[in-house]
């Protein structure tokens, strides 16, 4: 029903740059939330930053101040630019967002992740 797909991971090095992508498709008839999420090695799956409806952003303190969460509200797409990167943010990060699918109702949907390598 919704299809979410993440790409921009890579390898960089620390005070570097990336930007992540999300692109969600599907039977969607409206987005209400689209966040970034990430995951470490041994750690628990973590909110990175989300952006409501309404245009609202929220980021963990870890990454305020160096990550933008942004969006193309008509192609629904969601963005994370990734700046002054560090050993720590590395992980795999992952896309969810809440829609509402045509006939369906609402429900959330995770992409499969794309990694992010940041070397010291």
């Known amino acids: 029903q919704v299809q979410v797909v993440e790409s921009g991971g890579g390898l960089v090095q620390t005070g570097g740059s990336l930007r992540l992508t999300c692109a969600a498709s599907?039977?969607?008839?409206?987005?209400?939330?689209m966040a970034w999420y990430r995951q470490s090695a041994g750690e628990q799956r973590e909110l990175v930053a989300d952006?409501?409806?309404?245009?609202?952003?929220s980021y963990a303190d870890s990454v305020k101040g160096r990550f933008t969460i942004s969006r193309d509200i008509a192609k629904n797409m969601v963005y994370l630019q990734m700046n002054g990167l560090k050993p720590d943010d590395t992980a795999l990060y992952y896309c969810r967002i809440w829609a509402t699918v045509a006939g369906v109702g609402s429900s959330d949907y995770w992409g499969q992740g794309t990694q992010v390598t940041v070397s010291s």
């Open positions: 952006l409501s409806r309404t245009g609202g952003t």
């Open positions: 599907g039977r969607i008839s409206s987005i209400n939330i």
